[in-house]
Nanobody, 114 residues
Framework: QVQLVESGGGSVRPGGSLKLSCAAS????????MGWYRQAPGKQREWVAQSTNMDFADYSNSVKGRFSVFRDNHSNTLYLQMNQLKPEDTGVYYC????????WGQGTQVTVSP
């Protein structure tokens, strides 16, 4: 099972930017499906963005046009560039990889407040 470690979270003001990283314990070049999810306090975990190894990316409507997901196969890292952050983007962000099993990272906190 691939191990995933997220980093890059923090506190920002509305309109700010953050870049999250998800470092994998093995090559991600052959992991067909990876993604980012988030969980706000008191809410269920929700899908944010998807990345495939065929350079396909997709986003939830709530982040489309503001977030960008991309891979660096050399460093085995999945990134999430988040721009124009809003208070409703606050939550714990998790990285997910689907191989023979499903792997999750431990999460990184993102807080957007004035």
């Amino acid at each position: 099972q691939v191990q995933l470690v997220e980093s890059g979270g923090g506190s920002v003001r509305p309109g700010g930017s953050l870049k999250l990283s998800c470092a994998a314990s093995e090559s991600i070049a052959y992991i067909a499906n990876m993604g980012w999810y988030r969980q706000a306090p008191g809410k269920q975990r929700e899908w944010v963005a998807q990345s495939t190894n065929m350079d396909f990316a997709d986003y939830s409507n709530s982040v489309k046009g503001r977030f960008s997901v991309f891979r660096d196969n050399h460093s085995n890292t999945l990134y999430l560039q988040m721009n124009q952050l809003k208070p409703e983007d606050t939550g714990v962000y998790y990285c997910k990889a689907v191989t023979a099993s499903v792997s999750w990272g431990q999460g990184t906190q993102v807080t957007v407040s004035p």
